[in-house]
């Protein structure tokens, strides 16, 4: 099956969605399986929900697919963008290129808070306090000592009202945070269809908690409705980071239910876009593996000046079929291939014994 289009994807996605309905919000939910050259496999779960609404706090209060206890959160602390990522492990850049969001190990959060406050360390302790209610985490720890506003590293990746002004960013890091199942079950309330149906009834945390890195993310932002951006909506992506290694039992077939223990059941009815993607641009060259079932489609994907060659299943036309499960059947057996790193990547590790000297190396 050829190809049948190229796609320009700025988020390695192909994440659209129309707000159809009478609250002006839509849900898409979204799976990435990437094979790599290591013998491992990254899987990659965006769940994305967009509210055509702005960012108020009376508006914040009444929601529909958006989760209210975030929602509140937001609104009470007067958000305008806000990234958290909790992650167990080093992500290997060298031989797993790069992820779809970065993460550093352990808990950490960015805020960017809306330009009227007066008082940001207040809300920063609120917001973090807040948060560790909500998701379970050590964010209370989070205070003036540990939290910092760099002034050229983080922009905001979102629609900000007026000059970046970096005195309304707060950053903190816990690397110290212990990722654990009583983090996975708030994440997974989040979601409008909970754990019960769709891609988030593979998050099973036996199965997830026993990989080389798991990583869970919430990134909450304004987007631009219109070319023109005129008007602003505003977006939420959950997202789960994956690598399984697939040689563990000596057979480097994968399939989902040999990752995530069990089949998928159906997409959750309140998505409007339901997915799952395959990336087969090293199929035919490192490693020859058939996959069943046959996918809906194949695009190309441009993204970073590189084009993938992308298998595509349409959850929603196999919820009447029974459990869902996608295998990659390997022809042949497993062979040595050469791992290329990435393109750029540095290295930054301490040296020195006690406190006689110590010197910060970067290459």
């Not at 289009?5 to 700025?10: E, F, I």
């Not at 993607?277 to 058939?290: A, G, H, L, R």
């Not at 489609?297 to 009447?320: F, T, W």
Request: with cysteine; hydrophobic share 35%.
């Amino acid at each position: 099956m050829p190809p049948s289009r190229v796609l320009l994807l700025l988020t390695g996605f192909i994440g659209i969605g129309t707000c159809n309905n009478a609250y002006n919000d839509y849900f898409n939910e979204e799976l990435m399986l990437k094979p790599l050259s290591s013998n491992h496999v990254y899987a990659y779960f965006q769940f994305t929900t967009v509210w055509e609404t702005p960012n108020d706090v009376k508006t914040l209060q009444h929601t529909h697919l958006f989760p209210r206890g975030l929602s509140e959160i937001i609104g009470r602390h007067k958000v305008d963008e806000l990234h958290i990522t909790l992650t167990e492990g080093l992500w290997n850049y060298q031989k797993w290129g790069y992820p779809f969001h970065d993460a550093g190990p352990g808990a950490e959060i960015t805020a960017w808070f809306n330009t009227d406050i007066a008082n940001i360390n207040e809300e920063w302790k609120g917001l973090t306090n807040a948060l560790a209610g909500l998701l379970c985490a050590s964010l209370n720890f989070v205070d003036a000592s540990n939290s910092m506003s760099p002034e050229f590293t983080f922009r905001p990746t979102g629609v900000m009202n007026g000059p970046v002004n970096s005195s309304h960013l707060r950053y903190s890091s816990l690397p110290r945070e212990i990722v654990c199942t009583e983090n996975l079950t708030p994440f997974k309330k989040l979601l409008p269809c909970n754990s019960k149906r769709g891609l988030a009834t593979l998050l099973n945390s036996a199965h997830i908690h026993n990989t080389n890195y798991h990583s869970i993310g919430i990134h909450f932002r304004s987007i631009c409705r219109n070319a023109a951006c005129t008007k602003t909506s505003l977006e939420l992506q959950q997202t789960v980071s994956l690598i399984y290694d697939t040689m563990t039992d000596m057979n480097q077939d994968w399939s989902i239910r040999k990752f995530f223990g069990m089949g998928l059941k159906g997409a959750c009815p309140l998505a409007t876009l339901s997915n799952i993607y395959v990336d087969i641009s090293s199929n035919k060259t490192n490693q020859i593996y058939e996959l069943t079932p046959l996918p809906s489609e194949k695009v190309l994907s441009l993204r970073g000046g590189q084009q993938n060659e992308i298998a595509i299943y349409d959850i929603r036309s196999h919820s009447s079929k029974g459990i869902f499960n996608i295998a990659a059947v390997h022809s042949a057996p497993k062979s040595n291939v050469i791992s290329y790193p990435s393109i750029l990547y540095a290295n930054r590790y301490i040296i020195g014994m006690l406190d006689i000297k110590m010197f910060l190396h970067v290459r």
